[in-house]
């Protein structure tokens, strides 16, 4: 990066700013000693690291849950981890290699988790700290991992492989066993092809040393671990999926590829008690039923007070093709099918108990779905779903737009939430949400912050994003506002996207007046006001814009007519499609009905809209089609509530419109900002004389545009000049066909899914995809002569009170404009003084010309006061629009009158101005330049924000090459450079955003918001502030096995595994077989690194009442033998007492 060169500046950031309100310099780039503004921020504030992860895991593939602990881990194909625990525990750890996640058991109640991956490997991960870590990791070279079985309260863990075999692993220490279990030794002899491989490894719940395997031909088999030798042996010829015992030992259920379940006896494997088709159809002549679809998995859980649970997944018949995945769980004679919304990945049966040999008890079932979580409450009538507290719900339509709001007013959250709870569906469990473990962090982060999410659905959701936690506020449904098309022929082909036409592109948001306006891709604009009560609109206010396009240096060939257009009024001509029949496309030429003309994309409801408490519709904006040529997408967008105004702007220009009066007040071309010699005052209610921009695709024929008056928005500039020379028309029809335009459908598959047809000249490049056309950006300095000709979009807007022209000595209500090659200009807004002034007389509004221009599109730009202070917009402060009059008044703060002039001769403002590559700071309004910092030479800037942080102000920008940046202003010293994320898709560009207080986002994959920090106090109080996974918990007392089994025998058979499975007795095993990764510490060292005084105290109890409970076992063993005793003694002295004086010979 090229070293920023200012060196005088630097020198002089030293010296103390006195009272001295300016720095106009008459050099430019060397402010005057006196008045360098005192920067109080360094690179010491600054650090970059992750903080949490919010939503669904993106694409799950296992799932495990301790049932003591009430955590829960997800597993996903991309090698992440997530745990979640109570409402606001959530976890996320990664696997260095990437390997998909196929297998997680916890060791239950003991805060350790093991992972097995699709690259052979396994991983003992400790949750006992906040961020969990590896702690020991194992590598298998010659065998493929397919299954993992980890007894409950054992530390020998089964890995059954491809090749049939099963290793047993210690996990405290992470090393194989010389134990081994052959596949060649565990089938019949007689068998001559190969089992495949293990499926399922489980021990019989009454006998640790009996492991059932299932092999995938269909083959299980019961084995001896102490004889080494198989006891029995169960055929069946379909493939086996999944095996679940019955808590006795007794019974086991194997489900099948052609949709059996087979109910074994142990000690009858000649043939299955009794096989079952639960979804296959009975036929009258007893034959077999129809095959049906694998049951994937089943799990056999048993009560104490009814009849068992049998809950699988899959198993459906063929000819239900097209119908969505199911769960089914029968229980007695009935039978329910739980329809999912998405394929299962797997399930979860949560029962009352850790133990396997005592009745289970089910009460819910966790069903993890290829894109949601779904937990069923098995306790009520019915089967209903638990209502789920994780923010799982972000991609429930894909996100295609992000903003991110920390420190926002305190009572927005209470408000949002409030209209925002009666919302929410109902039918949902009455019963707590059943995964409650963790705590929550402890952290100091009190101020609130707030995510608004903009959806291809054209739904916008405000999430409550305080204190490292994510939950959704409220939903607004922006396609509420517009009639739905039901087929294609109804929508009258004015669409310029054919899927997701709602989706939100951009938006804009005043935390302090609640004013809310959004951009769609169907080039539309909806303000919305805030709202406590409900109303009934029965016209929706529509206001429709006519932008269009423009070449530069080129003159249209029309000759300048009198025009009058007229501005429709609320419900004026809404639906112009009724009066003017929709054409097929027609890029500039006319087809026998004439070209597309004056049609927005969208038709606006027509009948009564009700509008429920929270963001109501103020005012649609409509871009209509222009003589067959679609509108351009919206790509700069922002609202004001002082002065009432709205601007927006695309590749063509930018239009002003005051939502008060409902009314656009200036549409003018982007070329046409650069001449500020004649002020363009608007007086949007008279008629004056219109010209067509110069080199609109429109018809060349006289009187082309009568048909096109109806409804007009009023355009920029004065009447064209009159040319009718043949060769300089035949010059521009000849321009036009060169330039003539097409549709290209771009698929922007990573963040939206969304497709939409973007209009975009023949001669750029093919890989505008790479570009990201809903920017509609230049990423390179060095624009090619056609791009610079055909498009400059407006990239970015800012309100301010400035100066507007040079010698201004007066601030003003002003607009700052930057376009896509790097210009910035000014506008001068004159606005009519408030109360019903304000609503009658038309606000004025004038280009001022270039202020300055950068390489690169303009992304950002601010204003600082000469004490390098951040001056935000003016903004209104909220009032309910429905209230009473009285309330109004009182509530509602005017826009604060203009702030004191400028001294004579003297600079009081600096602009900040930030592009792809560079940096500028101008003082204001001298409009001399001060600072300049070339940002990146090699690549290009994605966002860029001005932020506070620690009390200052500084520009926070994310470059394509992954790196993090930070600028001091105003000097724009580097705080922060720091290669963070290579741009890998375009999601991350569209979603990423920074915010105040350090604090960052982006959309790291379609389900999931990654927040990050750039503060260094955030991350030192990060461990603070994060939740807690591992509580100390008891592990709750074993089944009692009654006297009479504990007497003689029948109950649980334990097993020492250690006397099996050791050094010892199994020798050691091939070290070509496993390569074992240490970790940082052991079991032990891994139980002692539970925080603070608490847990060793929590521990230590918790081992007292081991201890104590061993001990009162033994005690009434002790009792039980002395009274034993008694008795015999007392029967021995009977026995004395009536041989005592008898003689030998009497006996």
Sequence with gaps: MKKFNIRKVLDGLTAVSSSSSSSATAQPGTPKENDVVQETLQSEHFQLCKTVRHGFPYQPSSMAFDPVQKILAVGTQTGALRLFGRAGVECYCQHESGAAVIQL???????????????????????????????????????????????????????????????????????????????????????????????????????????????????????????????????????????????????????????????????????????????????????????????????????????????????????????????????????????????????LTLCETPYPNDFQEPYAVVVLLEKDLVVIDLGQIGYPIFENPYPLTVHESPVTCCEYFADCPAELIPALYSVGSRQKRQGYSKKEWPISGGNWGQGAQSYPEIIITGHADGSIKFWDASALMLQVLYKLKTAKVFERARGKEEKGGTDIVEEDPFAIQTLSWCPESRMLCVAGVSAHIIIYRFSKQEVNTDVVQLLEVRMQCEFSDVDSPDPGGEQTPTLPTSGASSSPQESEPPTQPSTGSNSSDGPRDNIPCLQVRSSTLKQSPGYQVELVIQLVWVSGEPPQQITSLAINSSYGLVVFGNSNGLAVVDYLQKTLLFNMGTSELYSPSEPYQRQPHSPRKARQPSGALCDSNDGSNTSEDRCKSPTSGSTSPCNSDDERKQKFIEKVKFKSRRFSKTVANDFARMSRKISSSSEQKPDLDAKDNSFSRSRSSSVTSIDRESREAISSFHFCESFPRKADGLMNPSLLVGTTQGSVMMVALSLPPTGDQRLQQPVGISSCGTLVRLKGGILTMALLDAAGTLLPPSYEQWYDPNASDEEKEKNRRRRPASPPSSQEGQDSQYAVLCSEKQAKVVAMPSQTRVYKHNITETSFVLRADVVLMAGANCIACFCANGHIMTLSLPSLRPLLDVNYLPLTDMRIARTFCFSNLGQALYLTSPTEIQRITYSQETCDNLQEMLSELFTPVETPEAPNRGFFKGLFGGGAQSLDREDLFGETAAGKASRSLAQHIPGPGSMEGMKGAASGVVGDLARARIALDERGQKLGELEERTAAMMASAESFSKHAHDMMLKYKDKKWYQL
């Design 105 to 347: 058991q916890f060791l239950i109640n003991e805060g350790a988790l093991v992972s097995a991956l699709a690259d052979d490997s396994i991983h003992l991960w400790n949750l006992r700290q906040k961020i969990p870590a590896i702690l020991h990791s194992l590598k298998f070279s010659r065998e493929r991992i397919t299954y993992c079985h980890l007894p409950f309260q054992s530390k020998w863990l089964y890995i059954g492989t491809e090749r049939g075999n099963i290793h047993i692993v210690n996990v405290e220490s992470f090393t194989l066993s010389g134990y081994v279990i052959m596949w060649n030794k565990a089938i019949e002899l007689s068998t001559k092809t190969h089992p495949g491989p293990v499926v399922h490894i489980s021990d019989n719940p009454m006998d640790e040393g009996k492991l059932l395997i299932g092999f995938e031909c269909g083959v299980v088999v019961l084995w001896d671990l102490k004889s080494k030798k198989a006891d029995y042996r169960y055929n069946y010829d379909e493939a086996i999926h999944s095996v679940a015992w019955h808590h006795e030992g007794k019974q086991f259920v194997c489900s099948h590829s052609d949709g059996t379940l087979t109910t074994w006896n142990v000690r009858a494997p000649a043939k299955p008690a009794q096989i079952i088709t639960p979804h296959g159809k009975q036929p009258k002549d007893g034959k077999k039923p129809e095959p049906c679809k694998p049951i994937l998995k089943v799990e056999y859980k048993t009560t104490r007070a009814g009849d068992p649970f049998m809950v699988l997944s899959g198993g459906l018949s063929y000819d239900t093709v097209g119908r969505r995945a199911c769960l089914t769980v029968m229980h007695g004679k009935s039978t329910a099918v739980l329809e999912m919304d998405y394929p299962i990945v797997d399930f």
